[in-house]
């Protein structure tokens, strides 16, 4: 049984930067599409980006773009998601998700997988 813990959220002005990591336990993560979901107060689940297993294709949410990045150390069987440049919009709840092959990058509903959750706040 794959188990997923995400660390490193908190309260950060805006402008600033958070490094999200999320650790696996059970399973190697070299062989899932791992992604990272955000939900903010009142909103549906979002993706925000993902990597796949084959060459590490990357995926981003366009709210994202050029502030956020993926990646993946495969001696830890970590995946973090840097973010800089945070807007008080990036504000929520993160939580990463694991999946096999196939999975659509965006869509909770494929992944199987999924860490607790960790807070960041984007917040003067």
């Known amino acids: 049984q794959l188990q997923l813990v995400e660390s490193g959220g908190g309260l950060v002005q805006p402008g600033g930067s958070l490094r999200l990591a999320c650790v696996a336990s059970?399973?190697?993560?070299?062989?899932?599409?791992v992604g990272w979901f955000r939900q903010a107060p009142g909103k549906d689940r979002e993706g925000i980006s993902c990597?796949?297993?084959?060459?590490?294709?990357?995926y981003y949410a366009d709210s994202v773009k050029g502030r956020f990045n993926i990646s993946r150390e495969y001696g830890t069987n970590t995946v973090y998601l840097q973010m800089n440049s945070l807007k008080p919009e990036d504000t929520g709840v993160y939580y990463c998700?694991?999946?096999?092959?196939?999975?659509?990058?965006?869509?909770?509903?494929?992944?199987?997988?999924w860490g607790q959750g960790t807070q960041v706040t984007v917040s003067s």
């Open positions: 990597i796949i297993s084959s060459f590490d294709t990357t």
């Open positions: 998700a694991a999946g096999p092959y196939g999975t659509r990058w965006n869509e909770a509903g494929d992944y199987d997988y």
């Open positions: 059970g399973w190697r993560l070299d062989y899932y599409t």
